[in-house]
């Protein structure tokens, strides 16, 4: 190992931590250890874990810039990664290619239909029996910023950038693993004390960009008194693909 390789809890979110532990105790036998990861680029990209188990690693992402941060990691750490550009809406690999495959706060920034599209391609990549992570944040989301463009699709500006954020019932999330099998399930609720203690009414109200949120000015004023409710809120799936 080369001395200046990361010690992967420096990169490990803790999201992929339930995934790996879980995997070490799933039903595994007869799958390869092949895994692809849709959204993998940034500085310090996540698949390096499973590069250090021994898993032949791929992955994509749609900005050639992060995935240049991700290769230059790679090879600076010595792990052997198949990246490339590429889109999880449609995904440039053939069937039943991975047995696993995973995203990481990634889909959050896609439509629900471009999410529903992106789960059947994860899917159509997996291997029979292989095991799917997906992350979907939740209604329970507190504040909901943005405009409401469709039920539960929000679009700000973030960086001068028009983004999308979606956010889920839970009926909708478990109503797309219906041709799945559950085998691990959590719904994630995360409060931010450190954005909240503290803050003044003026900071609070730097937070507003007219135009950009359902909310009016008044409002946002309104909300700083229920800033205790700030939280983050998600569920956490892994779902395994029926056999042959």
């Known amino acids: 190992m ?4 990361r010690d992967p809890v420096e990169i490990t979110r803790p999201m992929l931590s339930w995934f790996l532990f879980m995997i070490s105790r799933l039903e595994t036998d007869g799958l390869e250890k092949t895994v692809l990861d849709c959204g993998a680029g940034g500085g310090t990209p996540p698949l390096a874990q499973f590069a250090e188990r021994g898993y032949t690693c791929h992955g994509i992402d749609i900005s050639e810039e992060r995935l240049q941060m991700a290769a230059a990691y790679a090879e600076k750490n010595g792990f052997d990664m198949d990246l490339r550009v ?7 690999y053939a069937d039943e290619t991975f047995a696993f ?24 990549v997996l291997v029979p029996g292989g095991y799917l992570f997906a992350h979907f944040m939740t209604t329970d ?14 679009v700000e500006t973030e960086a001068g950038q028009t983004v999308v954020h979606s956010y889920f019932e839970d009926d909708e999330v478990m109503g797309a693993f219906s041709h799945m099998r559950i085998v ?10 450190f954005r909240i203690e503290g803050i003044t009414d003026a900071q609070w ?5 007219p135009g950009s949120t359902r909310f009016t000015e008044a409002e946002w004023q309104a909300l700083y008194a229920e800033r205790h409710r700030c939280c983050y809120t998600a569920w956490e799936i892994i779902a395994q693909k029926p056999g042959n």
Do not use: I
């Not at 590429?86 to 440039?92: A, E, Q, S, T, Y």
């Not at 495959?101 to 159509?124: A, F, I």
């Not at 989301?141 to 929000?154: C, V």
């Not at 691990?184 to 004390?193: A, D, G, L, N």
């Open 86 to 92: 590429g889109d999880m809406r449609n995904l440039p």
């Open 184 to 193: 691990w399930k959590q719904k994630r609720y995360t409060q931010f004390p």
């Open 2 to 5: 080369q001395g200046d390789r």
């Open 205 to 209: 109200q730097s937070w507003y960009t």
């Open 141 to 154: 989301f507190w504040p909901l910023t943005g405009r409401e463009q469709a039920p539960g699709e929000f």
């Open 101 to 124: 495959v995973y995203e990481l706060e990634s889909m959050c920034h896609l439509t629900k239909k471009e999410t529903w599209q992106t789960l059947e391609e994860m899917n159509r």
